[in-house]
């Protein structure tokens, strides 16, 4: 039984910093690659960032460095560290395999962004 638990949003001011947590249990942790998404209300849900099963790190090119994903195999937990946030990356934010997703979708955790 697959789940992945997204957790550590919140509200922020413009500039402030948050790190969500993925914790991932019911599967196989270490040889998995996990990317990050999100999601805005009457939007597409877009690609983030991705970790791979060796830690090889990937971000869409609109963050422009601001964030980065990392990954603690004793935990089975994948973060992604938010800095210099702005009001355009409010969103719900979800986790899932990467590069093949799990068909169920969490939760998410909502980031939100104030001017």
């Known amino acids: 039984q697959v789940q992945l638990v997204e957790s550590g949003g919140g509200l922020v001011q413009t500039g402030g910093s948050l790190r969500l947590s993925c914790a991932v249990s019911g599967s196989i942790f270490d040889n998995a690659g996990f990317g990050w998404y999100r999601q805005v209300p009457g939007k597409q849900r877009d690609w983030v960032a991705r970790i791979t099963s060796v830690g090889s790190t990937a971000y869409a090119d609109s963050l422009k460095g601001r964030f980065a994903i990392s990954r603690d195999n004793a935990k089975n937990t994948v973060y992604l560290q938010m800095n210099n946030l702005k009001p355009e990356d409010t969103a719900v934010y979800y986790c899932?395999?990467?590069?093949?997703?799990?068909?169920?979708w969490g939760q998410g955790t909502q980031v939100t962004v104030s001017s």
């Open positions: 899932n395999y990467w590069p093949r997703s799990f068909d169920s």
